[in-house]
T-cell receptor, first 116, second 114 residues
């Protein structure tokens, strides 16, 4: 089946630093990737949708200057949390799809981000 | 508009007994529906999908779901629960030709009692 690799799985850093999370589709071309945030015991909240080679589309309330998304190739998207603060601590999950309608998204294993 | 309602936030079953996780959807279009499972500190794994073919969909690990248009439901079932089934389950609806954007239910936490 389709595999999406997300790295790192866990990161702890100081307040004010920037953190980059990578999402790679290993065995298919991901024309569209999604970034989600998940709070404890809650469902996934879509942050942004990125299509290869174009700017990401951010959901309402998500700061695009805070959460920088790059989707430069068909197999890689990155999310950079800039100047991270404790309130940015969360579980971030990416997913990827080949872009065909009605097809499932394939999810990475998530990144646990803890800002001290 | 698309939306999904998972009727139970938490379900407990004994090992070996049937599992029923309920999901109702709302969609202005013929929907595609999915069930995903999430184990602690992990991403989501696809259990099964409905995309307008057979209404009874069989998935992995013995799970299945039936699409009932008249009831706008897509309940997830399994005849016999296993300890390893304990996890969070999400029902998802998508809108055709909308870039595969997912609309998630709030999730159902399944506990399996030995």
């Amino acid at each position: 089946g389709a595999v999406v690799s997300q790295h790192p799985s866990w990161v702890i850093c100081k307040s004010g630093t920037s953190v980059k999370i990578e999402c790679r589709s290993l065995d298919f071309q991901a024309t569209t990737m999604f970034w989600y945030r998940q709070f404890p015991k809650q469902s996934l909240m879509l942050m942004a949708t990125s299509n290869e080679g174009s700017k990401a589309t951010y959901e309402q309330g998500v700061e695009k200057d805070k959460f920088l998304i790059n989707h430069a190739s068909l197999t890689l998207s990155t999310l950079t949390v800039t100047s991270a603060h404790p309130e940015d601590s969360s579980f971030y999950i990416c997913s990827a799809t080949d872009g065909y309608s009605n097809q499932p998204q394939h999810f990475g294993d998530g990144t646990r981000l803890s800002i001290l | 508009a698309q939306s999904v309602t998972q009727l139970d936030s938490h379900v407990s079953v004994s090992e070996g007994t049937p599992v029923l996780l309920r999901c109702n959807y709302s969609s202005s279009y013929s929907p595609s529906l999915f069930w995903y499972v999430q184990h602690p500190n992990k991403g989501l794994q696809l259990l099964l999908k409905y995309t307008s073919a057979a209404t009874l969909v069989k998935g992995i690990n013995g799970f299945e779901a039936e699409f009932k248009k008249s009831e706008t439901s897509f309940h997830l079932t399994k005849p016999s629960a296993h300890m390893s089934d304990a996890a969070e389950y999400f029902c998802v609806v998508t809108r055709p030709n909308a870039g595969n954007q997912f609309y998630f239910g709030t999730g159902t936490s399944l506990t399996v009692i030995p």
